[in-house]
């Protein structure tokens, strides 16, 4: 097997080598004055499986040109196979037409995926349960819930005083999982309209019995809102302690400062998207997918 990295977290790609007990081949990813990319691989890949890491984070259209060009580059240099490592999943939400005159970008994604002969994509908590139908290549979907429930029993969290959130109705799936997980734990949900043209969101309902503790947990966190709205419903709602868990943290805009300031206590994300040390924030937790990810590799 070797090991490739595009530009978008190679720090999770050294973290999956080092579990692999191998190393990231060396590639050259060279950028012109106009911005194209021009990518070389440099190691020897004939016959061989080969793996690459690229979370297609903002700025999404370059780094899945990257992933594009790396696997092209694999391929026409002899790969056996080519295994895409994609933890942020870039388009997901736009997986199909919401209003007339629309694009479905997933789909043209997954397209350009399979043309370039990727052989296999694994990802991590895709917005629905549903995207893996969009590919016909092999699709391994994996939840950092596993890890989640992990830190909230080490946390000794539990017992008469925490609750589960969800911030919207789409996310029940994924809070029933994690109540599994945490032998039932009890959970709530959050009513949420969002504006599609705007984004604007308001929270309208919540749905069960709030604690003295609750634990959010979400698939990603872009511009923060959501979040902050929902802590502080739940706080007004008698909450003292608020906690979050978010497998991606993509962080546009001026997320990082709003959720320093919010009603929440602590935010544990993954490094499916890798936050550099000016964008983190006192209240953030990172937690790694790395072993995860060697697993399914290995």
């Known amino acids: 097997m070797k090991l490739f990295s595009g530009s978008s977290n190679r720090p999770l790609a050294e973290k999956i080598a080092i579990e692999l007990k ?18 070389q691989i440099q190691d020897t890949v004939v016959d061989e499986d080969v ?11 370059i780094h ?34 919401f209003r007339d005159g ?16 990727i052989d296999k994509v ?8 549903k995207i893996p139908e969009v590919f016909s290549i092999p699709m391994l979907h994996l939840s950092a819930l596993p890890l989640f429930a992990r830190e909230i029993q080490k946390q000794g969290w539990g017992g008469l005083d925490t609750v589960l959130v969800s911030p919207d109705m789409g ?3 994924r809070i029933k999982i994690i109540s599994e997980m945490l032998k039932d734990m009890p959970y709530v949900t959050i009513e949420k309209n969002r504006d599609l043209a705007t984004g604007h969101v308001e929270m309208e309902e919540i749905r069960g019995e709030i604690t003295h503790r609750v634990v959010i947990v979400d698939d990603m966190i872009s511009s923060g809102g959501t979040i902050v709205k ?18 991606h943290p993509v962080f546009s805009s001026d997320a990082p400062k709003i959720l320093q300031d919010s009603a929440v206590d602590k ?30 590799l290995g």
């Open 22 to 39: 191998t190393k990231v081949s060396p590639s050259e990813i060279f950028v012109f004055p106009d911005g194209e990319r021009r990518i």
């Open 51 to 61: 793996v690459i890491i690229q979370p297609t984070t903002p700025p999404a259209e």
């Open 64 to 97: 899945y040109f990257e992933l594009f060009f790396l696997a092209d580059a694999a391929k026409r240099s002899g790969a056996k196979s080519v295994t895409a490592v994609v933890p942020y999943l870039g388009y997901q939400r736009q997986d199909h037409v």
């Open 102 to 117: 629309e694009a479905v970008s997933l789909e043209v994604i997954v397209n350009t995926m399979q043309s370039v002969s």
């Open 122 to 129: 694994i990802s991590f908590d895709l917005h629905t349960i």
């Open 171 to 173: 996310g029940i799936r």
């Open 230 to 247: 929902a802590a502080q419903a739940l706080r007004a709602k008698g909450a003292k302690e608020v906690y979050v868990f978010v497998t």
């Open 267 to 296: 935010v544990y994300v993954t490094d499916s998207v890798f936050v550099p040390k000016e964008r983190q924030f006192p209240k953030l937790r990172i937690l790694s997918l790395a072993p995860v990810i060697a697993g399914a």
